[in-house]
């Protein structure tokens, strides 16, 4: 079965500042990944996703992240954040086949400090 | 292009009574979803319908919960008696049905508080 780790529930990062949030994904099969935001009271929005092709996928907002297999990581990252990228991020998962099931991550709250 | 849209955004209900969420999703997405996202917690889909038809609901708590997709477009999830621990953000979803490589799109979702 497929899961996804979030290590960080929280990462506060001073404004034009880099920020990496961490992903980590189990499965026993090739997976597709994405990121999404989610601004309060507000639904998900796609962010980037990393179906096959190269490791490195660059997103909206100039977010961008790195497929890493043998670390079974898909880290997001940005060199410099801004006021408005304060919001909840959620790493997904979702195996080949099927009908695109996707398993969410608990989320991170990225808080950009002035 | 329109959203998902869904309603209505808030609710509070005493527990053992009965709500029901509405969403309508973008024109054209074959595929609709809804997830449960509880305070802290990453969304967990609760039902899948693929044109009419469920295709994944095994999440679902099908002693309370019930959802339904008619004429492939619009769909209702009830919750039938509530409990306490089903406080939480009710999120639909739609995407085109060519499965894995599409993106969902999500509503603004139904916030329920359970008293």
């Known amino acids: 079965a497929q899961s996804v780790t979030q290590l960080d529930s929280q990462v506060p990062v001073f404004e034009e500042a880099p920020v990496e949030l961490r992903c980590n994904y189990s499965?026993?099969?090739?997976?597709?990944l994405f990121w999404y935001v989610q601004y309060p009271n507000q639904g998900l929005q796609l962010l980037l996703k990393?179906?096959?092709?190269?490791?490195l996928v660059k997103g909206i907002n100039g977010f961008e992240a790195e497929f890493n297999k043998s670390q079974t990581s898909f880290h997001l990252r940005k060199p410099s954040v801004h006021i408005s990228d304060t919001a909840e991020y959620f790493c997904?998962?979702?195996?080949?086949?099927?009908?695109?099931?996707?398993?969410f991550g608990t989320g991170t709250k990225l808080q950009v400090i002035p | 292009e329109a959203g998902v849209a869904q309603s209505p955004r808030y609710k509070i209900i005493e527990k053992r009574q009965s709500v029901a969420f509405w969403c309508n999703p973008i024109?054209?997405?074959?595929?609709l979803y809804w997830y449960q996202q509880i305070l802290g917690q990453g969304p967990k889909l609760l039902i899948q319908?693929?044109?009419?038809?469920?295709?994944?609901d095994s999440q679902l708590p099908k002693d309370r919960f019930s959802a339904e997709r008619l004429k492939g477009v619009d769909s209702t999830l009830k919750i039938q008696p509530a409990k306490l621990e089903d406080s939480a953000v009710y999120l639909c979803?739609?995407?085109?049905?060519?499965?894995?490589?599409?993106?969902?799109?999500f509503g603004p979702g139904t916030r329920l508080l359970v008293l």
């Open positions: 997904a998962v979702s195996e080949p086949g099927g009908y695109q099931k996707v398993t």
């Open positions: 990393y179906l096959s092709g190269s490791t």
């Open positions: 024109s054209g997405h074959a595929t």
């Open positions: 979803a739609s995407s085109l049905p060519q499965g894995f490589r599409e993106t969902q799109y």
């Open positions: 499965s026993s099969v090739s997976v597709y």
């Open positions: 319908f693929q044109n009419n038809g469920v295709v994944d």
